[in-house]
Nanobody, 124 residues
Framework: QVQLIESGGGLVQAGDSLRLSCAAS????????MGWFRQAPGKEREFVAA????????YYAESVKGRFTISRDNAKNMVYLQMNSLKDEDTAVFYC?????????????????WGQGTQVTVSS
């Protein structure tokens, strides 16, 4: 019942920045924990970042801590991932996900809804 659509991916140079966006529809966005995951070629999907329903708690994978920032705008039904100092190992398809649970989780199996993904390619 919730549809998520990611945008903002592309091809960038190492050290550059990108801002990914996720637009939600069909549900009560403000009541969902939101997360970003990514899947690189030949690897399993991994957790990147998550944010509580009201934005007062955030969690990041160690590999992106200090470089990426997750945020949300409940009035616009949007969640964002600001990515700075991008590295070639960040290259992956990035997915937006929604979880109706009360608490933030890094477990992909806990998320109920998923977007189609947006490709991020970082060249060095």
């Amino acid at each position: 019942q919730v549809q998520l659509i990611e945008s903002g991916g592309g091809l960038v140079q190492a050290g550059d920045s990108l801002r990914l966006s996720c637009a939600a529809s069909g549900g009560t966005f403000s009541r969902y924990v939101m997360g970003w995951f990514r899947q690189a070629p030949g690897k399993e999907r991994e957790f990147v970042a998550a944010i509580s329903w009201n934005g007062d708690r955030t969690y990041y994978a160690e590999s992106v801590k200090g470089r990426f920032t997750i945020s949300r705008d409940n009035a616009k039904n949007m969640v964002y991932l600001q990515m700075n100092s991008l590295k070639d190992e960040d290259t992956a398809v990035f997915y937006c996900a929604a979880d109706g649970a009360q608490y933030i989780t890094t477990r992909d199996r806990s998320y109920d809804y998923w977007g189609q993904g947006t490709q991020v390619t970082v060249s060095s």
